[in-house]
């Protein structure tokens, strides 16, 4: 592998470490996607533009809805235009989740930085 890899890997081993640590929410890579996905695109998003954004079915979408609701990252509300259509909108959990996640992100970029790249491929070799 090349040592970009490794240390993308690395990062991204170093952030889910903390986040199985704390106690709090473990989100699936798909709720973290859809999570992602509500909150670095612009509104409107409906279960329809989600599943095709993420290319994902729309049941797939509605599962992971049902959870990060029930965890207040998101919420759902009729679209009062079309009632056939449900939005997904932001709430404050959600926008504090992911703050943290990112200041996690960039934590665990810090430490990589700090770290002798030798014993980054030591350990993976």
Do not use: C, F
């Not at 729309?58 to 939005?87: E, F």
């Amino acid at each position: 592998m090349k040592l970009q890899s490794l240390e993308a890997l690395a990062l991204w081993s170093d952030v889910v470490t903390n986040i199985v640590r704390q106690d709090g929410h473990d989100l699936s890579q798909r709720q973290l996607g859809l999570l992602l996905a509500v909150y670095l695109t612009p509104p409107p998003h409906t279960v329809r533009g989600m599943a095709g954004r993420l290319n994902v079915s729309k049941p797939a979408i509605t599962r992971a809805l049902d959870t990060l609701s029930i965890m207040g990252l998101v919420k759902r509300k009729r679209d009062p235009a079309d009632k056939r259509n449900v939005l997904i909108q932001r709430t404050v959990k959600g926008s504090m989740y992911l703050s943290d996640l990112s200041d996690q992100i960039t934590a665990a970029a810090a430490r990589l930085d700090a770290e002798p790249r030798l014993t980054l491929l030591k350990t993976a070799g």
